[in-house]
């Protein structure tokens, strides 16, 4: 199985590649997709060019499934929009890519990754170095991703058991009027 990690930022978008065979664990590509050649201003812009960087990682490695960061609320709240509106850019292109796709938490990543949800971003390129018998420290966005396709590669062959056993129900996590759920 290959799994993809989105590691998802307005600015800089990281992204791994990771192959999966039983509980080995190979290294296929990890990079960045940075929108800084546009104006700050332009979030249409930006938001083009995540989809089309993450479309085209997708037709380039073609993975089975994806592994997103869940964003959470920030200090500012300016942010946050912004953040989750390139997290939805991600999004997108992962689902016109047919792709699956998985969310994970930071914690959920750094505690499967490092034994530690409170771990350094150092230290989340320090064990994805080691896991991947990698030659050098990937940048932290792109070892965010791939530390997310580790994550799905254990948590998802996981799940995937327990499914076998017993239906998995989708968790709502909110409600509109009228009883219509996202």
């Not at 083009?48 to 609320?73: H, N, Q, S």
């Not at 938490?105 to 771990?119: D, F, I, W």
Request: aromatic share 4%; net charge positive.
């Amino acid at each position: 199985m290959r799994i993809l990690g989105i590691d998802p930022g307005l600015q800089t978008t990281g992204f791994g590649v990771v192959d999966v065979d039983g509980q080995r664990l190979a290294y296929v590509a990890s990079g960045t997709i940075r929108t800084t050649g546009l104006a700050l201003g332009d979030l249409p812009g930006r938001l083009k060019i995540l989809f089309d960087g993450i479309t085209e990682v997708a037709a380039r490695y073609r993975p089975d499934a994806a592994a997103v960061e869940i964003v959470f609320v920030n200090v500012n709240p300016q942010s946050t929009l912004l953040l989750g509106q390139a997290r939805g850019a991600a999004l997108t292109a992962l689902v016109n890519a047919n792709l699956p796709v998985a969310e994970y938490t930071a914690l959920q990543m750094k505690k499967a990754v490092v034994g530690h949800g409170r771990a350094a971003k150092s230290q989340v390129q320090e064990m994805v170095r080691r896991l991947l018998t990698l030659s050098g420290l990937p940048g932290t966005d792109a070892a965010d991703a791939l530390g997310l396709a580790i994550t799905h590669a254990h948590a998802g062959a996981a799940m995937a058991r327990v499914g076998e056993v017993a239906q998995l129900q989708r968790r709502q996590h909110a409600m509109y009027k009228a009883g219509r759920s996202y």
